[in-house]
């Protein structure tokens, strides 16, 4: 049972600083700056090859999988997107050889994800699986993976092992990028923010008091809005799915970019937007967006790090501890589940077990 805890998603939230240590245990190559995962069963020469990366999962998977693509363009330059799963093998996709395909899915149960593996499979492509249960049937059907080390998760809502999927990337795109061009500087660089952020992640924990304020506000809206850009972008998408799993309030996300060519017609003071707003090369576009939204007399949650000037915009911000950028999205992702989790509490839904959803779905 869920122990001391109200519900198996906040003792699983709160296990996050442990289970990430777990994945991230024994796969640091400090010296030479890269990851060293013994699973994959790939040589250089194999790993070179790779042209382009395709990853697959459903719900939080496939989120989080949009986060894995961007760490594997950033660090590794090699072209990569993640597609919904449950979509891939109706659209007879072109299998590449020098493609490789990554299946991600906590459970390694899911129907739409095994299915996506054995079609891969049957026309000779390469995959690999990020998996939490040990011999699940996605562990099995695949090339050799990623282990994620999360124990056992009960809540339908995915938390420690979405993080651990993230770092699974994070470790997988340094080892194609070091391989490759990228430096051993940045390969140290990134195996030390790695290193600092179980106690990141605990340090946004502890900030759990704010964030269940701030959700009881949020309860209270019909409709809400999730935005952000580039790698805030799937931070957004998963903000949005945790938020109408267990609130079921209507949370839609957007493109940051993307506001002015549509959904702004729905800013009002009723409809809230969660903004991602890291510090980084978008931030003053970012800003500028928060201007639009205020204008419109939308109230604002804002997402950021202390170091960001908002300048005027009316907010309610939320600072997140900083990482090397390209692994700022699972911080930033983290603030998210408690709000999610805090709405949905106040609402007094069954957290754990969401109305019409399983944890994981077994049949097509
Ligand atoms: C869905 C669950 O049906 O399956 C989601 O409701 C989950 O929360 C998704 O993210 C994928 O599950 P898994 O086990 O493949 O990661």
Redesign the pocket.
Known sequence: DAGEHDSFMRKEMLEQPSAAERVLRGRLDERFGTGHLGGLDMDARETRAIKRVKIL?????YYVGQMGASLVEELARIPADAEAASEFRYRNPVIEPDTLYVA???????ID?LLAVQEIRRKGGRVIGLVNVVGSAIARECDGGIYLHAGPEVA???TK?LTNMFLGFALLALQLGRVRDLSIADGKRLIAGLSRLPEQIQEILDGEEALAALATDLAGAESLFFVGRVRGFPVAREGAQKFK?ISYRHAEAYQTSELKHGPLALISPEVPTIAIVPADELTDRNVAALHEIAARGGPLVVLTHADVDLGEVPCRRIDVPRSERELDPILLTIPLQLLAFHAAQVLGHDIDKPRN?????TVE
């Not at 999962?57 to 998977?61: F, I, P, T």
């Not at 991600?104 to 899911?110: A, D, K, L, P, R």
């Not at 959803?357 to 779905?361: E, M, Q």
């Open positions: 999962g459903c719900g939080s998977a991600v899915s906590q459970s390694g149960e899911t994800t339908v809502a995915s092992a799993e959803l399983a944890k994981s779905v």
